[in-house]
């Protein structure tokens, strides 16, 4: 009997339950926070490459030239923790054409500037040392999850805006979340004028060839409000 009268209590529990969420229907919504952030950092990803007939001589010739670059780039106060090889490779290259072999070395080296200003000064020094590639760069932040924060903060504000502009005309205002949930987040990198490698690091000096501009930071959050009755 009183497993009985226990199963009969759970089952009206659980219909009042059924109730209480039918009587308090919900709005769902996704608010969008962005955040524009003036970069402070740069990330060079740069590449030194040999081709010739002999493979000791282009993996020599390649070493020697990375060694510049490292001394370089430490006697310009970079800290070696900023400097990293990305990948080293040496291969075997088939011509077609005249059915003959080469060889390629090469060495792949991120730089990080934690000082933009010295960008310009810090390319022309690794041409004048024999660095003969560039794949890109990054910008950065160095308060890049600060802005994450504020981010999302303004993402459940715009949510909750939102939910409020939706429920008005229907005569209903919004109450307390029962749901957050976050979402998408990107980080868009500001547009930059690509570098052209020059044979003169002189002429490349003269230019100005970054725009740093801004990072957007956008968060999005899924939010779910009580929707309820004037």
């Known amino acids: 009997m009183k497993k009985i009268i226990l199963l009969f209590a759970l089952v009206a529990g659980l219909g009042m339950q059924a109730q209480n969420d039918n009587s308090n229907p919900g709005i769902h919504v996704t608010?969008?926070?962005?955040?524009?952030?003036t970069p402070d950092k740069?990330?060079?990803?740069?590449?030194?490459?040999?081709?010739?007939?002999?493979?000791?001589?282009?993996?020599?010739?390649?070493?020697?030239?990375?060694?510049?670059?490292?001394?370089?780039?430490?006697?310009?106060?970079?800290?070696?923790?900023?400097?990293?090889t990305d990948y080293i490779n040496l291969n075997k290259r088939y011509n077609y054409n005249d059915k003959t072999y080469t060889y390629v070395a090469s060495q792949a080296i991120s730089i990080t500037l934690e000082d933009i200003s010295k960008y310009e000064s810090i390319m022309k020094g690794l041409l004048e040392n024999g660095l003969?590639?560039?794949?890109?760069?990054?910008?950065?932040?160095?308060?890049?999850?600060k802005h994450k924060a504020?981010?999302?903060?303004?993402?459940?504000?715009?949510?909750?805006?939102?939910a409020e502009t939706l429920a008005e005309p229907l005569g209903q205002r919004v109450g307390k979340a029962f749901m957050i949930s976050e979402g998408s987040s990107s980080y868009y990198q500001p547009v930059y004028r690509a570098m052209e490698m020059k044979a003169s690091s002189d002429q490349?000096?003269?230019q100005e060839t970054i725009a740093p501009g801004e990072m957007e930071v956008n968060i999005k959050v899924n939010v779910a409000f009580q929707l309820l009755m004037e």
């Open 31 to 37: 608010g969008e926070g962005i955040v524009k952030v």
């Open 42 to 84: 740069v990330t060079i990803n740069s590449r030194i490459e040999h081709e010739g007939q002999s493979a000791t001589s282009v993996k020599s010739q390649n070493d020697e030239v990375v060694d510049k670059v490292i001394k370089f780039l430490k006697s310009e106060g970079v800290a070696e923790k900023n400097i990293n």
């Open 132 to 145: 003969n590639g560039i794949s890109g760069i990054e910008f950065e932040s160095s308060e890049i999850e």
């Open 150 to 162: 504020e981010a999302r903060k303004r993402a459940v504000l715009n949510a909750k805006e939102k």
């Open 204 to 206: 490349a000096s003269n």
